[in-house]
């Protein structure tokens, strides 16, 4: 079913685009590399490795290995609908449904043998102590080979060294698996184009803070977090390009939906993935979503001389493994940065992670004299999804701000 | 009295913060203290880390030194995070724990062993002598952690010998007389949990027939009262398996290593078992590790007490019901706060579940 779900997005959107072959279509562009990889990770003839969200892909790439985040799937499964049924297996099975609904619907599709196989499953502490334990829940299901990579919360000298040991043990981890050795030369070009990618998102970040900006709604939904499976590829920094040229040529046509921009808004943490019409409703309101919290390149250039260490400080750096204050940090110097005007935080149901500090992060953005919306919604699960109570306190909240 | 060090996870060395001179307290999720964590946190974080938060922000604690927290689960990642607001003047600490057990891990906590032991010693000279900092003098403190790691050694064989005999026959009372001892180490001092423990290893009324050998397990359950009620309910506990019984005097074994915080670090890791914490080796272990201690402690049935909304324990319930099963062990979830207050609850099932297993 997700094999034939990803062969035809490739179909459906490769079409579109050689109708138009000089157009930029930048989100065309990102959603058939992303369906060329759900294919790739479906396909039973590939080096598969499920992980966690902030495991090294562009690593993983470079050796050979398809690797994605089980959270991507969780997310395909909400966007096409089909998550439900999924959920009820994991329920069925004894899964809380007071946990966070990304893994509750990819353990269900494991159950129900939706899932590829994997070689060998690579868990990351960082985001979730949930998803930590819904990876040991594949392994044990699966009865493949598991490699942990703990991200500390504690930005030193020893948490660096710490992390950046275990990455290089993945390594041997990997190849014990794969029968091929790390390539410097693979990696050292992985990275580099990792560094491109960075420079392009930098750019593209820079580009959606102006005002008006040329972004709209969608354009970056979930951006930095998904981006990251791609950018150790040449695919991923031409994706970066293209996003950059649209911004760049909306700009300049002024052909952008900035017109109607009244309200600049921040979306903290992951979007809603069901059809849901948020982003249409705000539009409709002059209200538009400038940026995202987790769309920000927040490391230094990987060093091909110091991979490990690199990519462990890239790790440790992004919002998803922050503590509660310099998380807040981040989020109010991004609310500076885009000069926004209010925060919606959906408070995804289940996440203690992110969800977790909603108070705490209420405070510290109250604190710049950002109001934040704190909308109780399940991200994934739409099936108890109270539409219009929503509806109401997105009005409400972007007339108080007007 | 000495001064006291607060703390909330299991994966916190007692000796450490003895050696530095503090009582140890272990703050309980168990007050009257209003519900207010909601306006820092969020309400679906477990109700342990939610009621600490409240101690703390209707000031219900004892007047504390600093506080240890421990990066065990994300709950409590962001307990560390309420409590710079809840009370911005504590000193506090945050050790990193890894969720893996391998090398790396083990040297990684070792050393945020030893940054604890340093802190600790840090704080209480800083105290007596806020102007002068007097010369650390390692070998005295590390000598002063080998002492207090030695009682905490005799603790924990005294437990293990009360729960040996726990395992074979039925003593009225042991269950709970066991955990305020364990109850007094977390909360007051290891030298006086030991004293009575040693007077506990030889029951003094004779044992008795006529109730369900039950294993329980899961996260907190650390009233002694519940073990009485579970004695009214036809529960004689084989064993326990939480972070506030028995798992929580984790013996130290010295001689894995010349460097004392590696050995500290081998046995937490390895031995204090909670769900957070995962051998890669053998993903699901922890199903199995229940399913031996069920045997092995004589039990027919076993119970799990899980919080609502922990993450770490929910995720393996399925593994686990189904390990049992595959054993044809009995098994029964109930999820709650685990405090007296709810225990109230959980009446019928219990005595339903006892009464299927017979005697
Ligand atoms: S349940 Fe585990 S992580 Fe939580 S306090 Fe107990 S030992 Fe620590
Ligand atoms: S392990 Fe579970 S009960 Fe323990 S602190 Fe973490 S979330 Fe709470």
């Given at each position: 079913m997700m094999y034939e779900h990803f062969d035809n997005a490739v179909k459906g959107i490769t079409e579109k685009l050689n109708q138009d072959p000089e157009g930029i279509n930048a989100r065309k562009k990102y959603a058939l590399e992303l369906s060329k990889l759900g294919k790739k990770l479906y396909s039973k003839d590939e080096n598969i490795?499920?992980?966690?969200?902030?495991?090294?892909?562009?690593?993983?790439?470079?050796?050979?290995?398809?690797?994605?985040?089980?959270?991507?799937?969780?997310?395909?499964l909400s966007s096409t609908q089909t998550a439900g049924l999924f959920l009820e297996e994991a329920e069925d099975s004894g899964f809380a449904t007071d946990s966070c609904a990304y893994h509750r619907?990819?353990?269900?599709?494991?159950?129900?043998?939706?899932?590829?196989?994997?070689?060998?499953?690579?868990?990351?502490?960082?985001?979730?102590?949930?998803?930590?334990?819904?990876?040991?829940?594949?392994?044990?299901?699966?009865?493949?080979?598991?490699?942990?990579?703990?991200?500390?919360?504690n930005y030193t000298k020893d948490a660096v060294k710490f992390l950046a040991a275990q990455i290089e043990e993945m390594t041997s981890f990997v190849s014990d698996h794969t029968k091929r050795p790390l390539s410097k030369e693979k990696l050292g070009i992985a990275l580099d184009y990792f560094n491109r990618s960075s420079q392009l998102l930098k750019d593209i970040y820079d580009l959606a803070?102006?005002?008006?900006?040329?972004?709209?709604?969608?354009f970056l939904k979930d951006f930095g977090t998904v981006m990251a499976l791609l950018m150790g590829t040449q695919q991923g920094v031409d994706i970066?390009?293209?996003?950059?040229?649209?911004?760049?040529?909306?700009?300049?046509?002024?052909?952008?939906?900035?017109?109607?921009?009244?309200?600049?808004?921040?979306?903290?943490?992951?979007?809603?993935?069901?059809?849901?019409?948020?982003?249409?409703?705000?539009?409709?309101?002059?209200?538009?979503?400038?940026?995202?919290?987790?769309?920000?390149?927040?490391?230094?250039?990987?060093?091909?001389?110091?991979?490990?260490?690199s990519i462990a400080k890239r790790m440790i750096s992004i919002p998803y493994s922050m503590d509660t204050s310099e998380r807040i940090r981040h989020m109010q110097d991004l609310a500076l940065a885009y000069r926004i005007d209010g925060a919606i935080n959906p408070c995804h149901w289940g996440c203690r992670q992110g969800t977790g500090p909603r108070g705490l992060i209420s405070k510290g953005l109250k604190d710049i004299n950002v109001p934040v919306l704190n909308l109780e919604i399940d991200c994934v699960d739409s099936r108890n999804l109270a539409k219009g109570q929503i509806e109401t306190r997105v009005e409400a909240f972007i007339e108080m701000l007007s | 009295?000495?001064?006291?060090?607060?703390?909330?996870?299991?994966?916190?060395?007692?000796?450490?913060?003895?050696?530095?001179?503090?009582?140890?307290?272990?703050?309980?999720?168990?007050?009257?203290?209003?519900?207010?964590?909601g306006h820092l946190l969020h309400d679906n974080l477990c109700p342990h880390v939610k009621k600490v938060l409240n101690r703390a922000l209707a000031d219900d604690l004892p007047g504390l030194e600093g506080m240890v927290f421990i990066n065990s689960c994300d709950s409590m990642r962001r307990l560390a995070d309420a409590w710079h607001e809840a009370r911005p003047d504590d000193r506090t600490i945050l050790l990193d724990l890894p969720s893996g057990i391998n090398n790396l891990s083990l040297d990684f906590l070792s050393k945020e062993y030893e940054r604890l032991a340093k802190t600790l010693f840090k704080w209480n000279n800083e105290s007596f002598s806020p102007e002068i900092i007097p010369e650390i003098k390692p070998e005295i403190e590390l000598d002063k952690i080998k002492d207090k790691i030695a009682t905490w050694n005799l603790l924990a064989a005294s437990v293990k010998k009360i729960e040996e005999k726990m395992s074979l026959d039925y003593f009225p009372g042991i269950a709970s007389a066991l955990q305020q001892i364990i109850n007094t180490a977390a909360t007051d001092s290891t030298d006086k949990a030991l004293a009575m423990a040693q007077k506990k290893i030889e029951p003094k009324?004779?044992?008795?027939?006529?109730?369900?050998?039950?294993f329980i397990f899961g996260n907190l359950l650390f009233d002694p009262k519940v073990y009485d009620l579970f004695e009214e309910w036809n529960?004689?506990?084989?064993?326990?398996?939480?972070?506030?019984t028995s798992r929580f005097i984790t013996p130290v074994d010295t001689r894995t290593d010349n460097n004392i915080f590696r050995s500290l670090a081998d046995s937490y890791l390895k031995q204090t078992p909670c769900a957070r914490t995962m051998d890669t080796a053998k993903p699901g272990s922890i199903a199995q590790r229940i399913v031996q201690r069920a045997k092995e402690?004589?039990?027919?049935?076993?119970?799990?007490?899980?919080?609502k909304f922990c993450d770490p324990y929910l995720a393996r319930i399925p593994m686990i019901r189904q390990a049992l099963q595959k054993e044809s062990i009995p098994f029964i979830m109930l999820e709650g706060d685990c405090t007296m207050g709810s225990m109230g609850q959980q009446q019928t099932r219990i005595e339903a579940f006892t009464e299927m297993l017979g005697v």
């Open positions: 490795a499920w992980c966690g969200v902030t495991a090294p892909f562009d690593l993983l790439g470079s050796m050979g290995v398809t690797s994605c985040f089980v959270e991507f799937v969780g997310a395909i619907a990819v353990m269900g599709a494991v159950l129900k043998n939706a899932m590829p196989e994997p070689d060998f499953i690579i868990g990351t502490s960082s985001p979730c102590t949930a998803g930590l334990a819904i990876v040991e829940n594949f392994a044990n299901q699966y009865k493949k080979d598991f490699f942990i990579l703990n991200v500390p919360q803070k102006t005002k008006p900006s040329p972004v709209d709604n969608k970066c390009r293209a996003f950059k040229d649209e911004l760049n040529h909306r700009i300049k046509t002024g052909r952008h939906h900035a017109s109607k921009e009244k309200i600049r808004l921040m979306w903290i943490q992951n979007r809603i993935q069901y059809p849901f019409p948020i982003n249409e409703m705000l539009d409709d309101l002059g209200a538009r979503l400038v940026v995202d919290e987790l769309n920000d390149v927040t490391w230094e250039p990987m060093d091909p001389d110091k991979p490990f260490e | 009295m000495n001064k006291k060090i607060g703390f909330t996870c299991a994966y916190t060395p007692v000796p450490l913060i003895e050696a530095a001179g503090f009582s140890p307290f272990r703050i309980f999720p168990e007050s009257k203290a209003p519900d207010q964590a009324e004779p044992a008795k027939a006529g109730k369900s050998p039950v529960v004689h506990v084989t064993a326990s398996d939480f972070c506030t402690s004589n039990a027919k049935g076993v119970i799990g007490f899980i919080l």
